[in-house]
């Protein structure tokens, strides 16, 4: 069984705080996935990432997939009230049916 | 990106009753979705994988007879939580893939009384 390691679990930052999140696992993915969800809402898809070493950019996030491919960083800098949500990241291990293995979530609060 | 639509969004019943979610793809035609259940605060819990056309793949500790999943074409699948209790109650999301992304519905809000 694939297990993804995310961590922190739970954040609360000031506006205008840089943090990161992490997503570590012991098994290679082909793909990685990162999430954002809202209370009440499904998960919105931010950024995917495939190819080892991959950063991708997204306004003020930045993501960043390992040259294994088996862990991922979410960077977020200068924060914003606006930010705050459940973080989940999610690794696709190639399968025919595209299952995803998700972290536990990191619960993102920035306070004004 | 894709969108997928789940109806209803909120239902309210009565315990031992049945309930039906239903779970769209709405502008492409998804081989599988999948069908999660999330608690407050926590991560989503993959309870079935479901392929059109073909019986769904539950995952372990899920009652298939409880949680009966239908996927009767590539753009709606559906499920029914039946007998509902109130341990029950919980949110659902599906997702539907396109490639190699999921794409998630806004989920379901099961409350049952």
């Known amino acids: 069984t694939q297990l993804l390691e995310q961590s922190p679990q739970f954040l609360s930052i000031q506006e205008g705080e840089n943090l990161t999140v992490y997503c570590n696992s012991s098994?290679?993915?082909?793909?990685l996935q990162w999430y954002r969800q809202e209370p009440g809402e499904g998960p919105v898809l931010l950024v995917t990432?495939?190819?080892?070493?991959e950063v991708k950019k997204l306004k003020r996030l930045t993501f960043q997939f390992g040259d294994a491919r088996k862990d991922s960083s979410l960077h977020i800098t200068a924060a914003q009230p606006g930010d705050t949500g459940l973080y989940l990241c999610?690794?696709?291990?190639?399968?025919?049916?595209?299952?995803?293995?998700f972290g536990k979530g990191t619960l993102l609060t920035v306070n004004p | 990106g894709a969108v997928v639509s789940q109806h209803p969004s909120r239902v309210i019943c009565k315990s031992g009753t049945s309930v039906k979610i239903e779970c769209r793809s709405l502008?492409?035609?998804?081989?599988?979705m999948f069908w999660y259940r999330q608690f407050p605060k926590q991560s989503l819990m993959l309870m079935a994988t479901?392929?059109?056309?073909?019986?769904?793949?539950?995952e372990q500790g899920v009652e298939k007879d409880k949680f009966l999943i239908n996927h009767a074409s590539l753009t709606l699948s559906t499920l029914t939580v039946t007998s509902a209790h109130p341990e029950d109650s919980s949110f659902y999301i599906c997702?539907?893939?396109?490639?190699?992304?999921?794409?998630f519905g806004p989920g379901t809000r099961l409350t049952v009384t």
């Open positions: 997702s539907a893939s396109s490639v190699y992304e999921q794409y």
């Open positions: 098994s290679v993915f082909s793909s």
């Open positions: 990432v495939v190819t080892g070493g």
């Open positions: 999610a690794g696709d291990s190639g399968g025919s049916n595209y299952k995803l293995t």
């Open positions: 502008d492409f035609q998804a081989t599988t």
């Open positions: 479901s392929n059109e056309g073909s019986k769904a793949t539950y």
